[in-house]
């Protein structure tokens, strides 16, 4: 049962970076779309790589998760420092939806972008979700590793 948590990170990952990627390419819209916030769009509009930088990082990102995800399903080769890094994934995932909630419901102490409550609830409940899914298949695969199974 891990092996599809890690699956469904992997892949709801995988999407996250891809949609990332597209919002780059699609521009000042869909960074207001998909609530990045006027400021981001409005640099998006006047050239500025600033947003571009910031969502590939996150796309990057995502997708490194991703491939982590896959490799501790089997899907891939192992690839190094695998536990610590789907460790280190799941407490990224679930910081930044605990975060994101505050935001939502004080959107007030966030001065440094103008995202919506909509936004910060909607990202931040798929946060959560992602880092569930990484947290379970992890535990999943943590135990996976140190069973000893005796024919």
């Known amino acids: ?3 599809i948590w ?3 990170a992997g892949c709801a990952s ?8 597209a919002i780059i390419f699609r521009g000042a819209q869909w960074y207001r779309k998909f609530g990045a916030g006027e400021q981001m769009a409005q640099l998006a509009e006047s050239g500025s790589i600033y947003p571009s930088i910031v969502t590939c990082v996150l796309a990057l990102g995502l997708f490194l998760g991703s491939l982590y995800a896959f490799a501790a399903a089997n899907m891939l080769f192992k690839l190094p420092f695998q536990k610590t890094v789907l460790y280190v994934l799941t407490g990224i995932f679930f910081i930044r939806g605990a975060i994101g909630l505050v935001f939502a419901v004080s959107p007030e102490i966030y001065i440094l972008a103008d995202n919506s409550s909509l936004f910060w609830l909607v990202s931040s409940a798929i946060c959560v979700m992602l880092g569930t899914s990484y947290l379970l298949g992890t535990r999943w695969h943590h135990k996976d590793i140190h069973s000893v199974q005796f024919a």
């Open 6 to 8: 890690l699956i469904l």
């Open 14 to 21: 995988l999407f996250a970076s891809l949609l990332h990627v």
């Open 1 to 3: 049962m891990g092996r």
